[in-house]
């Protein structure tokens, strides 16, 4: 671990305690893992105490955890992942918390620590079915509104459940069932005699 990430890892350790289940440093980068119970507070102490001062959430992202690994993953299936800065320190962290149930994952709200999660958290509700907690405005925001799932969920299938077309009888939009096979998509290799030979 170079010493800025040592430094980091420090601070945090003294400011958070206990509430860091987990550490990794990758490819010079730091990622704690929180509990869902002691997201928010974590999340106000990082934005507040004097030696982390994280001002800034640059990204929230969903993540579905259950092909993770080739399928030897035993964990909690559904995780956010909040990406910070700060300004004053020059330091970058990733924090992720998994959802306490995977058939309804459920997390805190953090809109009230920085504002910049409302759409982020939109995001993730939309694509993987994360429920935000106090969130004022949880609806979707890149599927229209009549959409049937969860799109970046691993079971979600390739074709979607539904599909909309015209109907120039009704004039309007309607949704039906896919009509199209599901098939599993296999990669297909061309080789071609020659290739990469100049002429």
């Keep these: 671990m170079n010493t800025s990430l040592e ?17 990794v440093e ?21 934005r507040d105490h004097n030696g982390l001062r994280f001002e800034q959430l640059i990204d929230l992202c969903g993540m579905d955890y259950s092909t993770y690994g080739d ?18 320190k020059n330091r970058r962290l990733r924090v992720r918390v998994f959802a306490d149930q995977d058939d309804f994952p459920m997390l805190t709200s953090m809109i009230s620590v920085w504002p910049a999660a409302n759409w982020f958290e939109r995001e993730a509700f939309d694509l993987y079915g994360i429920v935000f907690e106090g969130h004022p405005d949880l609806r979707r925001i890149l599927t229209d509104y009549g959409f049937v799932g969860h799109p970046f969920r691993k079971d979600f299938p390739l ?11 009704q004039q309007r939009v309607i949704y039906q069932p896919v009509s199209i096979d599901a098939r599993e998509i296999t990669p297909r290799i061309v080789r071609e005699e020659n290739y990469g030979e100049r002429a």
């Design 159 to 169: 074709s979607g459940n539904v599909e909309m077309r015209y109907d120039p009888e």
């Design 7 to 23: 430094s980091l890892s420090v601070s945090l350790i003294a400011a958070l305690g206990t509430k860091i289940v987990r550490q």
């Design 71 to 88: 399928g030897a993953w035993t964990g909690k299936r559904y995780a956010a992942v909040y990406h910070l800065l700060s300004l004053n």
């Design 26 to 46: 990758a490819l010079s980068e730091l990622t704690i893992e929180v509990r869902a119970s002691d997201l928010k507070e974590t999340m106000r102490t990082l």
